[in-house]
């Protein structure tokens, strides 16, 4: 096998491991631990819960830098602003690598990861960048190709929404879903958008049970609302 050329995104590798089973649970600060998380009601009454929290705005979240830029880790199509503490890493992987598949899914690849956890929470943002060009209204059709290749349990929320600030908001749909590893429903969000210029992405929110994704949603709403194409500023 060859060896993958630079970050071989770890965090991926983990969520991999993730979907057959949480490897490591959350502390508390007070030592508490945390309870057992409860069934939901139906898959669909969640997500379309999950939908509702996801399309909110990012009120008393403070931007601290942003990721996409050319003097950031990661070099995207888009650049948005991050949550204080969130850490971006570029993905970069051998195509004939046998890890391949964690890196590719609906004719997208992973190019960033934006790890949480030094900000207190276990998860990440992942940006996924089109491997072919698409027209500035498939913002829905990317999506759902790329939902194709999540096991969501089931049928994911679409919601159509605008990403970005005022003047110069992107056309954009976002999905509310859930997955169930180790038959634990856990919520997950994800919106696509496409550039002016035709390149789509995907900002994924993914976190090791639906209470860490419902504290990591404000990092997710700042990305949507702050989001620009790359030749924007």
């Not at 939901?40 to 909110?56: I, K, M, P």
């Not at 992973?110 to 491997?131: H, Q, S, T």
Request: proline share 8%; glycine share 12%.
């Amino acid at each position: 096998m060859r060896s993958a050329t630079g970050a071989i995104g770890t965090g991926v590798l983990a969520a991999g491991l993730m979907a057959c089973g949480p490897s490591e649970s959350k502390q508390t600060p007070a030592g508490r631990g945390v309870p057992d998380p409860k069934p939901a009601a139906s898959a669909s009454a969640s997500a379309s819960a999950s939908a509702s929290a996801g399309t909110g705005t990012a009120a008393g979240v403070k931007a601290v830098g942003s990721v996409g830029g050319e003097d950031t880790p990661c070099r995207l199509p888009v650049s948005f602003d991050l949550v204080q503490d969130w850490k971006p890493k570029a993905v970069t992987h051998a195509e004939d690598d046998r890890f391949a598949s964690l890196f590719q899914q609906g004719g997208m690849t992973l190019a960033c990861e934006i790890d949480a956890k030094p900000a207190g929470n276990i998860g990440f943002l992942r940006v996924w960048v089109a491997d072919e060009p698409a027209a500035p209204g498939d913002a829905r059709k990317v999506l759902e190709a790329f939902m194709a290749g999540e096991k969501a349990k089931g049928t994911p929320v679409y919601t159509d929404l605008k990403a970005g600030p005022a003047g110069a908001a992107l056309p954009a749909v976002q999905a509310a879903y859930e997955t169930d590893p180790l038959d634990e429903p856990k919520k997950e969000s994800a919106f696509a958008a496409v550039t002016p210029g035709g390149e789509a992405v995907v900002v994924q929110l993914g976190g090791l049970d639906s209470g860490e994704h419902d504290e990591m949603l404000p990092a997710f709403r700042l990305a949507q609302q702050s989001l620009k194409a790359a030749n924007q500023r």
